[in-house]
């Protein structure tokens, strides 16, 4: 790898989730249970929302710069986008442990099924690619949660 600028050792950080990406197994698991912890730290949902909106934002900035530095196609090491996707799940629900349980495993769950159109968004290339199906599982997960909300609103 070639001799790396201060602006992409800060990009590699980032999409690394700060190191979080050169875990040996299961990084972007890793990633989305930082995201929970974010969650337990932020407790205004305004600047949750706030911080999201900034880790999406930077997703879509430094996704292709890492990918052309590491020299591989959406490589594991960018975990920023499974961080995001999670954040995402976590916008509009409770601070209730079941919740934010169920959240992490629908939106796992959703992120590895591909639903469209995510599997599409997936072949895009560059931080499209990497981000977009990520942020549409976060999104789905989130609609499928509020559902859930409503519905046991209704029902009790």
Request: glycine share 8%; net charge positive.
């Amino acid at each position: 790898m070639r001799e790396l600028s201060l602006s992409d050792k800060i990009c590699l950080s980032i999409t690394s989730v700060a190191g979080i990406g050169y875990m040996p197994f299961a990084s972007g698991t890793w990633a989305c249970l930082a995201a929970v912890y974010f969650f337990a730290l932020i407790k205004t949902r305004f600047y949750f929302f706030i911080a999201t909106i900034i880790t999406i934002i930077l997703s879509y900035l430094c996704c292709s710069r890492a990918e052309n530095i590491y020299g591989e196609k959406d490589s594991k090491k960018i975990v920023i986008d499974d961080f995001a996707g999670m954040l995402i799940s976590l916008l509009f629900i409770p601070r209730d442990f079941k919740f934010v349980v169920i959240a992490f495993f629908l939106f796992r769950a959703l992120d590895l099924i591909k639903i469209p159109p995510a599997n599409r968004l997936e072949e895009c290339p560059g931080a499209c690619g990497i981000v977009g199906d990520d942020v549409v599982a976060g999104l789905y997960s989130c609609f499928i949660l509020g559902g859930v909300r409503a519905a046991l609103k209704i029902f009790s």
